[in-house]
C-alpha cells in the first residue's frame, strides 16, 4: 500500500502564490506516475498535473505557466508550486500515485487526459478569493 498525505493548502488573495506538498509513504517501489487533481464544489475531479517515471510531465491547458510539478526523491515529497492563482483555482486539491502493475487505466476531462491513479491522498482546500 502507498500512503499520500498533502498539506500547504489554504487561502490567498488572486495572483498570490501557494506550495502544495505531498509526502509519500508506504510500498513505493512499483510506483511509476505521481500527479495532482482538483475538485471545486459541483464538478468533477480533474487531473491538473503529472509526472511519470521516465520523467515526461504534463500540464492541463488551464494552469500551464503558472502550476510547476516537480519531486524530492530523497524526502518522498511532490510538490505543486502554484502562481498567479484564480479565483476558478479554489478547489480540494488532490495527490495521487499509481502502479502499472496491474494495467493503466486513463482518465480525460476538458481534453487533458492522465492515469486513473490507484492511491489517494485526502485532499487539502486551496481557496482563492479576489
Known amino acids: 500500500q502507498v500512503q499520500l498525505v498533502e498539506s500547504g493548502g489554504g487561502s490567498v488573495q488572486a495572483e498570490g502564490t501557494l506550495r502544495l506538498s505531498c509526502a509519500v509513504s508506504?510500498?513505493?517501489?512499483?510506483?511509476?506516475?505521481m500527479g495532482w487533481f482538483r475538485q471545486a464544489p459541483g464538478k468533477e475531479r480533474e487531473g491538473i498535473a503529472g509526472?511519470?517515471?521516465?520523467?515526461?510531465?504534463t500540464y492541463r491547458d488551464s494552469v500551464k505557466g503558472r502550476f510547476i510539478i516537480s519531486k524530492d526523491n530523497a524526502k518522498n515529497l511532490l510538490y505543486l508550486q502554484m502562481t498567479s492563482l484564480e479565483p476558478e483555482d479554489t478547489a480540494i486539491y488532490y495527490c495521487a500515485a499509481d502502479s502499472s502493475d496491474d494495467g493503466i487505466k486513463t482518465r480525460c476531462s476538458g481534453g487533458y487526459c492522465t492515469r486513473d491513479a490507484k492511491y489517494w491522498g485526502q485532499g487539502t482546500q486551496v481557496t482563492v478569493f479576489s
Open positions: 508506504g510500498d513505493t517501489s512499483s510506483i511509476d506516475y
Open positions: 509526472f511519470y517515471s521516465k520523467g515526461d510531465i
